[in-house]
């Protein structure tokens, strides 16, 4: 396996630089699977290939250990106060951005208004949302100094008031938009601060190339005060849009890891390369949406019951993704923090039996041979989504359904089907952070991820009620319920839980399956390193 | 010549704006916009979107916005690659696109022409046939295959290459890209050269050549090949804009930063400003190559003449 940047020359010229250069540089080659939108934080469009390059440069209150858990980054510590509405972060001395400036509060303050300017037109800050005023802030009502953050003594500490106790706040802050921003950079160079030149970062690594649409390369970052425990001396993102290739430059010795690799493969992988193949589970759910609107066929509870019945989503998981994916029963997927993992009812056992129960309920919903029931399913255009539509067509099929499949691509999809103008559509959740509340929102009433226009009173609530509470234990209850609400509705179906898949280099360590699947190299070591 | 290449010139002028014009508005006809995705926003946010790129305004001041900035020079920034300027992201890729589409168009003729011209003379030999048979294995078999076995074979299995990467052009990584871009090209040129050769060998001025007691070898050299490079010739035109404007399948099969992934996904990702860029770049690239070839062809052809 290639450990050495240096090995993409050939033999010779290997040969005559190792003569040259005594002590090789430990760097990590990771395929990514696109281009990074930005170094600006607010202007990132989403992806997880753009987070594995941020959480790498910058480093926010909080930070994740190689387990994907929150552990203390450029805050030591906090206090919570007793309403759960303020928190006030205790910044490290010794916390520098690369140009050796200290990171201070101020710079917190000046990120998070910068992310909440309407004017950076960031696609995520409503994930900040719950620092007060900050919707005022973004929607433009506001100032920028209405936000609820303020830097104490002298930039040491940080105020951060909340609209609402919000108990997953420390895991909210490990999410890049939550990262600092270099103020001085930033009031130096204007927009021109993200330039290779120009940037600076506070994290493990800070760049230093971008070849824009191949490859980014970072450096570790000498003024990082945890920089005598970084392994590396640099990482390279490349960007891997064509998967199989990467698993070609994975085998070739070209990349360490490569990230999301195509579940079609999952098998040979397995079976060929199974020390450096990794699954395991993920933040994730993928579902069929359920249209209620007034004169749709799944308005009628009866028939959502009954296409969640014949669902066989152990036929999905093991035969037609062919174990790349878990079967699902629920919305919240397991991993999730402070949640015990829900079931909608009657969706697993004696299939013969949930055949027989699904076609009394069409039966009753009125529909028959005569009248056959419709469905208009779409899919956003992909290998993957077509072999499951076609899967759950089929096994609609027993219960007279006949399915009319629609594949568009992404962003046509997705906006008709906020629209409305289909019976089941594809749709999938990825976690933000780890908490139950970012998928229970999926259907709460008005909600524009609310694609089916679920409307529940009694879950909405459930929601709210959870929103005020503290206590982990009574908001973990009060979500459940409202899960339980939903499923009891069969308001979706749910179908697959999503699961990591990575190429690791068995010869590395500190690199850790985790559920939402984030991997910072700042712990990553070469067996032999040192 | 000279105000026959100036009077082309100026023409191409309101094609290029027809271009742009029609591109504009198909582009904002097409749903979905550069901000729809998977997660649907909150309408402050989109609003805040469609203020900063000036998408709230009536669709004629955007096209008037848009022009105004472009006879600048000002083709605006990405909406998706936001720390790039749609003309740093051209500037920075059409070199590497140029290189291997360059490289490639050489590699094809170098092969292509002597096949087709080998074809051309051994005419329903063996030779013909597999030269042929192999061209048409080359012209069906598509680039998106080619590419991973050559990726597999020479990066994988026998690892004398590497497998995918630009490292800066470094000769090893042009290797594989430059054979799977022109291996269809290749094909196309024998054929085509094979075709070209056979209709002018059959011609009057041939008999007539070989009836002044020309050697065989005289008459192909001096009076063939010329002549029979003309289909060449403009077939060339259009192939080279196309090939050197890259190859959104080589380029992701072997992570080349060239432009050719700009057409298909400044398109998909509705990056307006990108996708205009890359339409009036690859306009004008082919007027001026459709001006080349038109040039040469006077060259190669003494009755094609461009007098006033």
Known sequence: MLRHSHTLLGAMALSSLALAAPAQADTLNIGVMGELASFDTSQVSGGVWESQVLMDVYEGLVKKNPEGEAIPGMATDWDISEDGQTYTFHLRDDAKWSDGEPVTAEDFVFGWQHLLDPASASKYAYLLYPIQNAEAVNSGEKPLDALGVESLDDGKTLKVTLNAPTPYFPQLLTHYTAYPLPKHAVEEYGKQWVKMDNIVTNGAFTPTEWVSQSRISVAKNPEYYDADDVSLDGVNYFNTEDRNAGISRFRAGELDVLREYPSSRYQWLKDNLPEATHLSPMLGSYYYVLNTRDGRPTADKRVRKALNLVARRKVLSEQIMAGSFKDAYSLVPPGTSHYDVQHMDGVEGDYAKRLAKAKQLIKEAGYGPDHPLQLKLRYNTSDEHKKIAIAMAAMWKPLGVEVEMTNAEATVHYQTIQEGDFDVARAGWIADYNDAENFLTLLRGGVGNNYGDYDNAEYDTLLDQAASTQDLDKREALLEKAENTALDDYALVPLLYYVTRNLVNPEITGWQDNAEDDHPSRWVKFHDGD | ?308
Not at chain 2, 4 to 17: D, H, N, S
Not at chain 2, 46 to 59: M, Q
Not at chain 2, 60 to 65: D, E, G, N, V
């Open chain 2, 1 to 308: 010549m000279l105000s026959y290449t100036l009077k082309r010139l100026l023409t191409a002028i309101p094609t290029l704006l027809i271009v742009i014009t029609i591109s504009f508005f198909l582009m904002r006809v097409a749903p979905g916009g550069p901000f729809d995705g998977e997660r649907q926003l909150p309408p402050e946010i989109e609003a805040n979107l469609k203020a900063a790129y000036h998408l709230d305004e009536p669709l004629p001041q955007q096209y008037l916005r848009y022009m105004g900035n472009l006879l600048q020079g000002d083709f605006g920034p990405s909406f998706k690659y936001k720390d790039f300027s749609v003309t740093e992201l051209i500037a920075q890729g059409f070199p590497v696109s140029l290189e291997i589409g360059g490289l490639a168009i050489l590699l094809a003729l170098l092969i292509g022409l002597p096949l087709g011209i080998i074809a051309a003379l051994r005419r329903n030999t063996m030779i013909d046939y597999t030269v042929m048979g192999t061209a048409l294995a080359g012209i069906a078999v598509p680039n998106f295959v080619i590419a991973p076995i050559l990726a597999l074979v020479f990066g994988v299995l026998l690892a004398w290459l590497p497998a995918g990467g630009w490292n800066g052009g470094a000769l090893p990584n042009l290797v594989l890209p430059v054979i799977a871009l022109s291996i269809q090209q290749i094909a196309y040129i024998a054929r085509m050269m094979r075709a070209s050769m056979i209709e002018v060998l059959g011609s009057h001025y041939i008999r007539t050549a070989r009836a002044k007691g020309l050697s065989e070898r005289q008459v192909i050299w001096r009076h063939a090949i010329r002549p029979a490079l003309l289909p060449v010739t403009s077939y060339l035109g259009p192939a080279i804009a196309g090939i050197i404007t890259g190859s959104v399948v080589i380029e992701q099969i072997f992570g080349i930063p060239g432009i050719g992934r700009y057409f298909v996904q400044a398109a998909l990702n509705r990056d307006y400003t990108l996708v205009m860029g890359t339409v009036v770049f690859y306009g004008a690239l082919i007027v001026l190559m459709n001006l080349l070839v038109d040039l040469l062809y006077s060259a190669l052809d003494p009755q094609i003449r461009y007098d006033d």
